[in-house]
Structure formats: C-alpha cells, structure tokens
C-alpha cells in the first residue's frame, strides 16, 4: 500500500535559519501530495500541495517540489520565525483510494 | 463561515462505556472523513462516509466501532465497550466534490482511563 516516511524531530532551530524537512513516499500510480501543519491544540490546516511531478507548492513563504524521479517532496523556508513552531506533516492522495495517507508528522520548534 | 466543528473537544471515559464523537462539516460539503491519531503517530484513516452512505470503512476495526452520516445533523463515531487502547485524538474532515481538498476539525481527545 502508499506510505510516507518523514524525518524524525523535532527540529530544533532559531528565528531566520533555513527549513528543511524531508518527505519521502511510496505508491503506484500519481498521487497528489501536500503538506499539512497542525498548531498545538488544533486541527490540521492545509499549508500546501502540488498534484503532478515537476509542480511546486507554496504557501507563506513555504514551498517543496514534487520530484517524481526521488519520490521526494520536501518542505522548506528560507527564514523560519516562532510563529511556525507546530507539527508538519507530508500527506499523499491516490485517486485508487478515498482517503489520505498521512507521515508521522514531525515536530518544528524556532526559538527566539 | 465556520469550519469542520467537533464536540466534544475533550473526552473521558471509563473502560467499558460508550463513547459518542461528533462532527459538523463545512457548510454544503457532503464528504465526511474520520481519522484517528494515536500518540507518536501520523493520522491514521478510518472512514468515508456520504450522507447516509458508508463508502470506505476499510480503517474501522471490525467491532465495537461504527460510524454514521445521517440526512440532517452531524456525523458520529461511536466506540462502544472503550479501552485504554481507544485513547487517541479522532478528526473530521470535510470535503465537497474535490475530494482531496480535506478540511479538518479542531479534533476531539478521548481519554480511557
């Protein structure tokens, strides 16, 4: 079946540095991916998606790439502040399914 | 313009009892999703339901759990005879026709003590 594979956290990292998590998945056919993030005490907010290779996603200074060739669709921000602190969590979407497939979600935390 | 609502947001319960999550969807979506987060763990989903049609429920275990969309008023999960197994966050979603665009709820926390 689909599967994602996140990197662990959390990431630990100070306001301005450079984001990265990495987000690897397994599946057949084309599915949509997306990014999720999830504040403490709350649902989960739709950060952003791309639904075929080669397609980037971006949303409040995040973005990532669908690489169909490494099965790889990474986050990143080039200035991380303490606001985006939360839960990330990389999710695909296979039409041959009626559900999404979610990582395990890894933990941000940007100090001051 | 509310979003997916959920209640209650916090939940205990005893072993053996029932418990009753509720989830109003976004407003003229038809598509309710429920998924269930155990600790250290990504969303895991459970099941798709239409007004009153299960359409998956291939992530439901097969007893004590149901789950249900009626014509008026909110979707229900309903765990029946909970164990300390049950605890775990369960979220909505909603969507309308494109059904990868899933809007989730605030989520409801049961604990099984």
């Known amino acids: 079946g689909d599967s994602v594979t996140q990197m662990e956290g959390p990431v630990t990292l100070s306001e301005e540095a450079f984001l990265t998590i990495n987000c690897t998945y397994t599946a057949t056919g084309y599915p949509s991916l997306f990014w999720y993030v999830q504040y403490p005490g709350e649902g989960l907010q739709l950060l952003l998606k791309a639904t075929k290779a080669d397609d980037k996603g971006s949303n409040k200074g995040f973005e990532a790439t669908y690489r169909k060739e490494t099965t790889s669709f990474h986050l990143e921000k080039g200035s991380v502040q303490v606001s985006d602190s939360a839960v990330y969590f990389c999710?695909?979407?296979?039409?041959?399914?009626?559900?999404?497939?979610f990582g395990k979600g890894t933990m941000l935390l940007v100090s001051p | 313009n509310a979003g997916v609502m959920q209640n209650p947001r916090h939940l205990v319960r005893r072993r053996g009892q029932e418990a009753r999550l509720r989830c109003s969807p976004v407003k003229g979506h038809s598509h309710v999703y429920w998924y269930r987060q155990l600790p250290e763990e990504g969303l895991k989903f459970m099941v798709y339901?239409?007004?009153?049609?299960?359409?998956?429920e291939s992530g439901m275990p097969k007893e004590r759990f149901s789950a249900e969309f009626p014509k008026e008023g909110p979707s229900i999960l309903r765990i029946q005879q909970v164990v300390r197994g049950d605890s775990a966050a369960y979220f909505c979603?909603?969507?309308?026709?494109?059904?990868?665009?899933?809007?989730f709820g605030p989520g409801t926390r049961l604990t099984v003590l």
């Open positions: 339901l239409q007004k009153e049609n299960i359409i998956d």
């Open positions: 979603a909603s969507s309308g026709k494109t059904v990868n665009e899933q809007f």
């Open positions: 999710a695909l979407w296979n039409s041959g399914y009626s559900t999404l497939t």
